[in-house]
Nanobody, 124 residues
């Protein structure tokens, strides 16, 4: 069992930056692929970024490539999403999730554990 707690969301102006953190409980954090998803009102949950268990492989949605960076610290049991050059269309609730699949998956159903979400609002 893994429990995930996100933090770091907030209100920021367009062009600004935020760093989200996802703290995990348990001793097996380094065996999980970690993913970041977001969900805007009235829209489906969408994949944003993912990182392999070792941290040496990352994948990003086209909409955030070059602006967002996913990382992890397996000693601190924490994953991070650095978000730069934020746009109003990035406004959503952001979730981190843990998957036991070997590969980074973009499908929410491939993830076994989810955090509670953190709101990110980007004003224009």
């Amino acid at each position: 069992q893994v429990q995930l707690v996100e933090s770091g969301g907030g209100l920021v102006q367009a062009g600004g930056s935020l760093r989200l953190s996802c703290a995990a409980s348990g001793r097996t954090f380094n065996t999980y692929v970690m993913g970041w998803f977001r969900q805007a009102p009235g829209k489906d949950r969408e994949f944003v970024a993912g990182i392999s268990w070792s941290g040496d492989s990352t994948t990003y949605a086209d909409s955030v490539k070059g602006r967002f960076t996913c990382s992890r610290d397996n000693v601190k049991n924490t994953a991070y999403l650095q978000m730069n050059s934020l746009k109003p269309e990035d406004t959503a609730v952001y979730y981190c999730a843990a998957s036991r699949w070997v590969a980074i998956m973009a499908t929410p159903t491939r993830y076994d554990y989810w955090g509670q979400g953190t709101q990110v609002t980007v004003s224009s």
